[in-house]
């Protein structure tokens, strides 16, 4: 049997809402100590969100982030999950990918969505409607960027003369893709270099969609994040920091990102009860991790780091006892 590996990331999004708010260049500049850190501490991989117009200033800046990880780290594979793709203009994404790419030595992957906020859409002057042909039609304008020929794209939403990107990356970033409905999982199986799945239950719909495509399903990437709280007392550690998962969860259904049946949560307790977080312990988790790494198609499993508004001391210790106590044992797991 060839040994395998799986990486562990950590995974942020730069909130600062109330009823915990600070100044916002303390909430960059522990949290970007904290990645610093992390990767001392041995995680490979860090994460970063997008979205715009949000009263807790919700990152909407992440390649500009990316950048800055970039300068403070060493081996960390630096990915966004993701980047709002339908409200950028392609080559631009493309420019400032291959130059985040060439300053880390190959270290930046790029994941991509299609954005559902009505707000976002307005704000930027883009048509929800014509996001999946915009979206596609972006995914191929990029590749074509990155190859260093004339772009010389004419498409339905989108047309790009034969202008040239350079520099070109010399290590190309993977295009990545987000999706939760049968129909985007269809398409990341047809497009996307790989998965960013954030339901395990959807990894059955991408082999299965891979196979659709014509492709081998062993050949697909999955890059998975995870939705649990892990320390040595996980009840505990719910009870100081569960409101401010709370807060994240209702916010996300308020938007409409679970669809438009669910309701807001009125007690922390009732997040779990519904299973929107996990609460394991070490044990647990190494069991939950590994059986997860079985499919072989994962390449990265990452969790959020800091929760909206979460104190970084909390954080912090999270990130360390999943470092010191799940990390290792996982992955000696995984590669046996």
Known sequence: ????????GVWYDFRNPEPWTQSY?????????????AETLGYDSVWLSEHHFCDDGY??????????????TKKMVIGTNVLLLPLHDPIRIAEDSATLSIMTGGRFDLGVGLGYREE???????DLSKRPSTFEESVEVIRRAWSGEPVGFEGKRISVPDVRVTPAPEHRPQLLLGGMSQVAVDRVARIG?????????????????????????????????QWAIIDDDPEKMWSEIGD???????????????????APFEHRDDVIAAGMYQLWDAATAVSELTT????????????WAKLPGEAIETSSRRVEYLASRVMPEVKARVSS
């Open 1 to 8: 049997m060839t040994s395998r590996s799986v990486r562990f």
């Open 25 to 37: 260049e303390n909430v960059y500049g522990e949290t970007l100590d904290q990645i610093e850190w």
């Open 59 to 72: 990152a909407p800046s992440p390649l500009v982030i990316a950048g800055a990880v970039g300068a403070r």
């Open 120 to 126: 976002e859409f307005y704000g930027f002057r883009r």
């Open 193 to 225: 270099d790989g998965f960013l799945c954030a339901v395990p239950a959807h990894l059955p719909m991408y082999t299965e969609a891979l196979t659709k495509a014509g492709k081998d399903p062993a050949d697909g990437r999955v890059y998975s994040g």
């Open 244 to 262: 401010h998962a709370l807060y994240q969860v209702n916010q996300y259904i308020r938007w409409g990102a679970f669809g438009p049946d669910l």
């Open 292 to 303: 997860l790494s079985a499919w072989p198609q994962i390449e990265d499993v990452y969790f």
